[in-house]
């Protein structure tokens, strides 16, 4: 339990949220991806499809500026069947949609559950910001945070509410750490510092099965969600 993080649960666990829709059936678990552009969110959410899609139902919500570029990358990599993955144009400010007006966003995760339910969990990709874009508690039920090595090791370091608050920190790129000079032991001692006991997950996607540990830290939500409900 982290008494200084509100809003988690009993179960040691991010998610609390109330797991039932308006009808009374238990409604998909929606976890959220920050993290600056180009650090592996997209990468990350094909990567947890190809992982979860035999054993779970799935769908993802992409948020792109003016396009639909990652959602077409999931649709291109076959990731997910087409009517899985909704995407939303955020305009300028793609924090925005996330976090203060985020009714295009829970609009698109009501349309996927409505067509291709009952879901057991909703992949939210933010559009990629700086690092204080985070996710609104009314959006997802617990969010992870995707930074990468070649942004500099010192950026778990600097803070900031998505490195010190997600529920699961992901450090992708670690196969470029000894091109671009990053320290991992470092990186991994400041976000304990930042994050005290929250959980941090170093990957590289390049390599086989590199989203293995944050798949499991998913399979982990979907048990405390799933017993909540
Ligand atoms: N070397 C390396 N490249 C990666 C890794 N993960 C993602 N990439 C590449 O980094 C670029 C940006 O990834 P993307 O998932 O689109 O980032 P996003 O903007 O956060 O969604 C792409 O060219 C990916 O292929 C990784 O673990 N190692
Ligand atoms: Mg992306």
Redesign the pocket.
Known sequence: MHLDHPGHSHHGSAVGADAHRPDGTRRALRIG?G????????????ALCRELRDQLSLAVVTNDIYTRE?AE?LLRNAVLPPERIQAVETGACPHTAIRDDISANLEAVEDLEDAVGPLDLILV?SG?DNLTATFSKGLVDAQIF?I?V?GGDDIPRKGGPGVTTADLLVI?????APYVGSDLERMARDAREQRGDLPVAF?????ED?VAPVAAWVREQLAAWTAAA
């Open positions: 991806l993290g600056p552009v180009g650090s592996g969110k997209t990468a990350t959410v094909a990652d990358f990709e990629g995707v990468d070649a992708n790129k670690t196969d470029l990957t590289s996607l390049t390599g590199g």
